[in-house]
């Protein structure tokens, strides 16, 4: 987990104050209960900048999920200055080549250069959802929001989404799924409409979307 500070860190925003560079609603495994009340669990929850460490380890572990801090994360922003994190302050920014594709290039050749890139090593680089069409200043304003597949049927106006939600399959609109593989296949894609319940039910498949 970027700018988490410390492993097994369990308030929900750091900073606790002021702007948050890492959110607990980023970080899948600390809302599970037998994950967050176990200690020798939820210390294998790391900081971002353990993981070059723990991919040349004798062990390293065989799945590792990163969560961008909001520098990183193509839709967030701090608009602060923050100790420790010479980054800060990063607002937001959708300009090409900016530090949010630096960081996810940089993760990239960290994970293809260690020791733990061998055998059938795969990488899965997704977004949650689509971009927002700029009419308001507000992400509820997205280009589309269908889901598909096991995505949730949300009510019209459903307060957590928006007033203007007209109802149906809820999901975070169309967002691309690239897949790096050590072996191959080679440039395959698939259209077939996916998510991230998809991509743990098929993992053994090569997608792009």
Known sequence: MQAMPTAGYLPDSFPATGGALYASK??????????????????????????????????????????PDECSNMHGGISTAIAGYPDTPCPYSDVARDTNDESLKAAVQTIMSSKAWTGNSVIFLTADEADYDGTQPSDNYYLSVAGCCDSPYEPAGDPEISASWPGGIYGGGSAPMIVISRLGPRHATDATPSNHYSMLLNRSRTRTR
């Open 26 to 67: 980023h970080n899948p495994f600390i809302l599970y209960n037998d994950i967050r009340l176990n200690p020798a669990r939820v210390g294998n929850i790391k900081p971002y900048t353990n993981m070059a460490a723990d991919l040349n380890s004798p062990h390293p572990p065989r799945y590792v999920w990163i969560s």
